[in-house]
């Protein structure tokens, strides 16, 4: 499979400039610390993942799926000095479009995915974090590493957005509708599948895990999500 994200001129052009940025504290401290444990490999290098696509991209788009953060950046994706961005986007869409089923959230990704390209429409899915943030989540120092990343990273996402001008975006979870677009919303599960003016309209959902499974069989999952992003 081909990503238009990467065969595209334009969004490869964005991703190169992203990827000469420098990394803020907590993704430095992150890599570091992995480079200690990590010995039999030389160093601890990767470049910020830029997400996923659609097989033709072709600007602007119709749909940007915006998710927190790509797991907390797994080690395999910070091995080897020499990886090139085509190698990482290749594994992470591996795992979303063709790896063996694990999870409620990659199966519910799926579908999306699924029906997104059934109606033709060109997407790209992406993160508001894209660096390694340590996965600890009940400790502190993830949380202070969370909310440097995001204050961080949000320049990337912006410039993914300026230069793929989505016709709509997909907010996944409360952290990118909050603290990235800044909406003031109510009960969260009443939100599940909301339309919000920004400069662009962007649908609130509901993020599909184990955590969240009881909403989001209560709130039909991607039904009203798609109705509104098809309309």
């Known amino acids: 499979m081909t990503y238009g994200i990467l065969t595209n001129k334009v969004c490869r052009s964005v991703f190169e400039e992203i990827n000469n ?26 470049n910020l993942l830029p997400g996923f696509s659609s097989e033709d991209v072709e600007i602007p788009i119709d749909v940007l799926i915006i998710g927190e953060a790509h797991g907390g950046g797994g080690e395999e994706w910070f091995r080897e000095q020499r990886r090139k961005v085509y190698d990482e986007v290749d594994q992470l869409a591996q795992y979303y479009l063709a790896k063996e089923l694990e999870n409620f959230h990659q199966r519910e990704m799926r579908c999306l995915f699924k029906a997104l390209n059934k109606s033709g429409k060109k997407w790209v899915f992406t993160d508001l974090i894209k660096c390694f943030v340590s996965n600890d989540k009940v400790n502190d120092k993830y949380q202070k590493n969370r909310r440097e990343a995001i204050k961080h990273c949000r320049r990337y996402l912006k410039k993914q ?18 603290k990235y677009f800044n909406l003031e919303l109510g009960k969260w599960k009443d939100e599940h599948g909301t339309i919000h003016n920004c400069k662009f309209p962007v649908i609130v959902s509901i993020f599909p895990s184990k955590n969240t499974a009881d909403w989001w069989v209560e709130n039909k999952g991607w039904k009203k999500v798609l109705q509104n992003l098809f309309k």
């Not at 010995?39 to 290098?45: L, N, S």
């Not at 957005?161 to 909050?178: C, D, R």
Request: hydrophobic share 30%; proline share 5%; aromatic share 6%.
């Open 161 to 178: 957005i300026e230069v793929l001008q989505p016709k709509k975006i997909l907010s996944l979870g409360k952290t990118v509708a909050k």
């Open 21 to 46: 940025l420098p990394y803020c504290k907590a993704c430095r401290r992150a890599r570091i610390e992995f480079a200690e444990k990590d010995k039999k490999h030389d160093g601890c290098y990767s």
